[in-house]
């Protein structure tokens, strides 16, 4: 028994409020899933690796009298230096992202 599949193309109302890309937005695919979640692993690794790299790069700088000093402004340094991180690493990066994410998938495939 042999049934005929047949794609019919999609057919769009213009009057409607239907917006297809957000509805195929919404359309969770494993696949999918699995590549957007490897490729926000590795960039979260690439924002841990530069928030790492640049709190070294600010040790041993002490803040200038009179705004700088005390518990807050350690506060705020680690604070502004993750923030550089996340912003580093969202424009680009410096490219551990993309190897990182390569790896992730090679090893999901088994090929290591």
Same mark, same amino acid.
């Given at each position: 028994?042999?049934?005929?599949l047949?794609?019919l193309?999609?057919?769009?109302n213009?009057?409607a409020?239907?917006?297809?890309?957000a509805l &195929?937005a919404? &359309?969770?695919?494993?696949?999918? %899933?699995?590549?957007?979640?490897?490729?926000?692993?590795?960039? %979260?690794?690439?924002?841990?690796?530069?928030?790492t790299?640049?709190?070294q790069?600010w040790?041993?700088?002490?803040a200038?009298?009179?705004?700088?000093?005390?518990?807050?402004?350690?506060?705020?340094r680690s604070?502004i230096v993750?923030?550089?991180?996340?912003?580093?690493?969202?424009?680009?990066?410096?490219?551990?992202? %993309?190897?990182?994410?390569?790896?992730?998938l090679?090893?999901?495939e088994?090929?290591?």
């Amino acid at each position: 028994m042999t049934e005929k599949l047949s794609l019919l193309p999609l057919q769009v109302n213009p009057s409607a409020k239907t917006n297809v890309k957000a509805l &195929a937005a919404k &359309a969770n695919f494993a696949a999918g %899933d699995k590549l957007s979640s490897a490729r926000k692993a590795a960039q %979260d690794f690439e924002t841990s690796f530069l928030t790492t790299m640049l709190e070294q790069m600010w040790t041993g700088i002490e803040a200038e009298a009179p705004f700088g000093g005390g518990h807050s402004e350690k506060v705020y340094r680690s604070m502004i230096v993750g923030e550089y991180a996340k912003s580093i690493s969202s424009s680009g990066g410096i490219g551990l992202a %993309d190897h990182v994410y390569r790896e992730i998938l090679s090893a999901q495939e088994g090929r290591k």
